[in-house]
């Protein structure tokens, strides 16, 4: 199975700030149809996930463009230009390269 | 919109059944693979079951198979998780979600299923 690594796994960050999380796989998410299969979500409290980024960069109906998808191959990070209230959460990335698709530990985003 | 609504979780026996069921509507169900994913307490994220479109093809985590078999009515736009033998470790929340592009686009509030003697 393919293995996903956030980091970190806890992100203190102010209000307004920037916040990067970084995830790697254990093999390539990188298809011939030139696609990375990795995709992110944000989980907040009491809710269930929601899609931000798939294909590793491209932002879901409705994203606002504060978030970022970048990487390729097995090293993928998300970004978030400035933290907004409601993007506290659990972040996860997720593969859809090879069966079973895996997801990451989680990354917790939270109030500094 | 698009909804997916979960329903059909309890409290179970060990080695008992339970059959989940996802009613969703505000797309063309039969258009779209979906999942079962499920969340154990304060755990992560772990897809257990997909189904194509029009069911002529299902996956399997490792872990379930032979235990858990989801379905789909197309006409009832209605997704199914029958879960058999069940075992303590399978305690989770289990949410259905919908594939868009390849990615899960969609889900649902979850429906809780707790094994327990």
């Known amino acids: 199975d393919i293995v996903m690594t956030q980091s970190p796994l806890s992100l203190p960050v102010t209000p307004g700030e920037p916040a990067s999380i970084s995830c790697r796989s254990s093999?390539?998410?990188?298809?011939?149809?030139?696609?990375?299969?990795l995709a992110w979500y944000l989980q907040k409290p009491g809710q269930s996930p929601q899609l931000l980024i798939y294909?590793?960069?491209n932002r879901a109906s409705g994203v606002p463009d504060r978030f970022s998808g970048s990487g390729s191959g097995t090293d993928f990070t998300l970004k978030i230009s400035r933290v907004e209230a409601g993007d506290f959460g659990v972040y996860y990335c997720m593969q859809g390269q090879q069966d079973p698709w895996t997801f990451g530990q989680g990354t917790k985003v939270e109030i500094k | 919109e698009v909804q997916l609504v979960e329903s059909g979780g309890g409290l179970v026996q060990p080695g008992g059944s339970l059959r989940l069921s996802c009613a969703v509507s505000?797309?063309?169900?039969?258009?779209?693979?979906m999942s079962w994913v499920r969340q154990a307490p304060g755990k992560g994220l772990e897809r257990v079951a997909t189904i194509k479109g029009d069911g002529s093809e299902e996956c399997y985590l490792d872990s379930v198979k032979g235990r858990l078999t989801i379905s789909r009515d197309n006409a009832k736009n209605s997704l199914y998780l029958q879960m058999n033998s069940l075992r303590a470790e399978d305690t989770a929340l289990y949410y259905c979600?919908?594939?868009?592009?390849?990615?899960?686009?969609?889900w649902g509030q979850g429906s809780l299923v707790t094994v327990s003697s």
């Open positions: 979600a919908r594939h868009g592009t390849w990615a899960l686009d969609f």
């Open positions: 294909w590793g960069s």
């Open positions: 505000g797309f063309t169900f039969s258009s779209h693979w």
């Open positions: 093999q390539s998410l990188l298809r011939s149809d030139g696609n990375n299969y």
